[in-house]
T-cell receptor
């Protein structure tokens, strides 16, 4: 049981390049999330998904797109990277909205450190 | 006003000290509350849930005050290994039940 995995762990891009971050979970969770974390800003929600085939915007969605074609995978895409997207990206998953610890606890991946030059 | 607010600290305490953090939330419809711990350059991990009646796990005690809309985390007998950032998380009803994170409180425990 690997939990939540993210690939790649590190990446350096040039302005204007594109890339896709992959998040995978093996816990059969319905909910998946993408966050970015910048110094002094805390975790900010980019996009999330409440089930296979669904996606929704979070707090800071501009410049990112997502897809959830399979329940276990949640992809985050940067179509044209900008230096402002230099950050640490965390993926998380949870069972759902049962409003209890057992269902609402989020499990995080180890993060992807992205630098855009 | 941000939905979930925390004092960023850092709280700098000696080993063995007792330290407490508060976290205020603005949505009165909030229903689930959690404390997560995040070590430097690592992912956040669940520390404990916060129940209406309060809950305790070893040296850690979490409490909820719905009237004043805040949750607290008390750490007794601080250890060096408690040094980390503590994130407050709130989930509100009436929507898609998406967690809202505070910016975190930094704790440094020194010898």
């Amino acid at each position: 049981n690997a939990g939540v995995t993210q690939t790649p762990k590190f990446r350096v891009l040039k302005t204007g390049q594109s890339m896709t971050l992959l998040c995978a979970q093996d816990m059969n969770h319905e909910y998946m999330y993408w966050y970015r974390q910048d110094p002094g800003m805390g975790l900010r929600l980019i996009h999330y998904s409440v089930g296979e085939g669904t996606t929704a915007k979070g707090e800071v969605p501009d410049g990112y797109n997502v897809s959830r074609l399979k329940k276990q995978n949640f992809l985050l895409g940067l179509e044209s990277a900008a230096p402002s997207q230099t950050s640490v990206y965390f993926c998380a998953s949870s069972y759902g909205a049962g409003l209890a610890e057992s269902t609402d606890t989020q499990y995080f991946g180890p993060g992807t450190r992205l630098t855009v030059l | 006003r941000k939905e979930v607010e925390q004092d960023p600290g850092p709280f700098n305490v000696p080993e063995g000290a007792t330290v407490a953090f508060n976290c205020t939330y603005s949505n009165s419809a909030s229903q689930s509350f959690f404390w997560y711990r995040q070590d430097c350059r690592k992912e956040p991990k669940l520390l404990m849930s916060v129940y209406s009646s309060g809950n305790e796990d070893g040296r850690f005690t979490a409490q909820l005050n719905r009237a004043s809309q805040y949750i607290s985390l008390l750490i007794r007998d601080s250890k060096l290994s408690d040094s980390a950032t503590y994130l407050c998380v709130v989930i509100s009803s009436g929507g898609s039940y998406i967690p809202t994170f505070g910016r975190g409180t930094s704790l440094i425990v020194h010898p």
